[in-house]
């Protein structure tokens, strides 16, 4: 005989578990009916690379076109971790130069990547290495974050690969800017968001990305 007691506990049983396990299993999202207000958002009024400058950055950190050593393969990226300088390589023998920031610590993995992705407004989960590190600060977003100007990945991400193993390392905008020319991340290369998108849209994917050692100077001259 069924009692009111066994038709409680039977129905929790039945209907507990599917709401816990669909709960865990929901991915952030980027909206893109949003991307471009997001856009303009993270665009400074009467924009000008070479000028603008909301930031209070250094002036070397704004995006300059410059000479290129000799022997540098067009396309490719080099950052200079020196100098907090990201390059990217063009036909000619010059390149654009931006202001990046680097990773803290011995948390920068210098390297040549592949750059096997790109991605508009992405989303982001920090790893489990950065949750186990830093806990307080990570943990809370250990399911991921959507996309948006606050999403620590900013506007745009060049996602950075060796053969097929994605590293988990990214050349990403930012929303905290004043970073720029520091060692802020926990191994990515940041950007200001308005430069990454200007870079975004001239870099294709499979190209070579050079992260040099911080002893190194590399790629340019002004």
């Known amino acids: 005989m069924l009692t009111r007691r066994h038709f409680t506990v039977s129905a929790a049983a039945l209907f507990s578990q599917p709401i816990v396990s669909t709960m865990a299993s929901a991915r952030p999202t980027s909206d893109k009916s949003n991307w471009d207000a997001w856009d303009a958002r993270i665009t400074p009024a009467d924009y000008d690379p070479a000028t603008s400058n909301p930031w209070g950055l250094h002036r070397r950190f704004l995006p300059q076109r410059v000479q290129a050593n000799a022997g540098l393969k067009p396309g490719d990226i080099h950052v200079d971790a020196v100098a907090r300088y990201l390059y990217h390589i063009e036909e000619g023998g010059t390149a654009m130069r931006y202001g990046v920031a680097i990773a803290k610590g011995n948390?920068?993995?210098?390297?040549?990547?592949?750059?096997?992705?790109?991605?508009?407004?992405?989303?982001?989960?920090?790893?489990?290495?950065?949750?186990?590190?830093?806990?307080?600060?990570?943990?809370?977003?250990?399911?991921?974050?959507?996309?948006?100007?606050?999403?620590?990945?900013?506007?745009?991400?060049?996602?950075?690969?060796?053969?097929?193993?994605?590293?988990?390392?990214?050349?990403?905008?930012?929303?905290?800017?004043?970073?720029?020319?520091?060692?802020?991340?926990?191994?990515?290369?940041?950007?200001?968001?308005?430069?990454?998108?200007?870079?975004?849209?001239?870099?294709?994917?499979?190209?070579?990305?050079?992260?040099?050692?911080?002893?190194?100077?590399?790629?340019?001259r002004t």
């Open 107 to 220: 948390l920068y993995e210098p390297g040549v990547y592949t750059i096997k992705r790109k991605t508009k407004w992405p989303t982001w989960t920090p790893t489990p290495a950065m949750i186990e590190r830093e806990p307080d600060q990570y943990k809370q977003h250990e399911d991921g974050m959507n996309a948006g100007p606050s999403n620590p990945l900013g506007s745009r991400a060049l996602y950075l690969f060796v053969g097929n193993r994605d590293t988990y390392l990214r050349i990403h905008g930012s929303p905290n800017p004043r970073s720029i020319g520091g060692r802020a991340s926990s191994g990515c290369v940041r950007m200001v968001m308005a430069h990454i998108n200007g870079l975004y849209d001239n870099v294709s994917t499979g190209v070579s990305a050079h992260l040099h050692a911080a002893e190194e100077h590399v790629t340019a």
